[in-house]
């Protein structure tokens, strides 16, 4: 491979990550990652037992977790 190639290489590479991160700056900015009625939606139209699932799913998580990080001491 020649150092032209490389270089051309080189430059597409970091001419594509600037453009993401240009555009992941424009998406911040823009508040495009920001969804709050979905979640307030989502927990609005939930009934009941769904609601507590999620929460004894995230109670379990939190308890694996913590057994993993003792586990690893």
């Known amino acids: 491979m ?8 080189l430059l597409i590479s970091v ?4 453009f993401g ?6 998406g911040i900015k823009n508040n495009q990652f920001e ?3 979905k979640f307030l939606d989502g927990a609005k ?4 037992d ?3 699932d999620a929460y004894e799913l ?6 694996a977790t913590k057994r ?5 001491l």
């Not at 001419?15 to 600037?18: D, F, I, K, R, Y």
């Not at 993993?68 to 690893?72: G, M």
């Open 50 to 52: 769904a609601l507590n």
């Open 21 to 26: 991160l240009v555009g992941l700056i424009w």
């Open 2 to 9: 020649s150092n032209t190639t490389l270089a051309l290489i």
């Open 68 to 72: 993993k990080d003792k586990s690893e």
């Open 15 to 18: 001419l594509m990550g600037a």
């Open 45 to 48: 139209f939930d009934d009941e």
């Open 58 to 63: 995230e109670k379990r998580k939190k308890e």
């Open 35 to 37: 969804d709050y009625l």
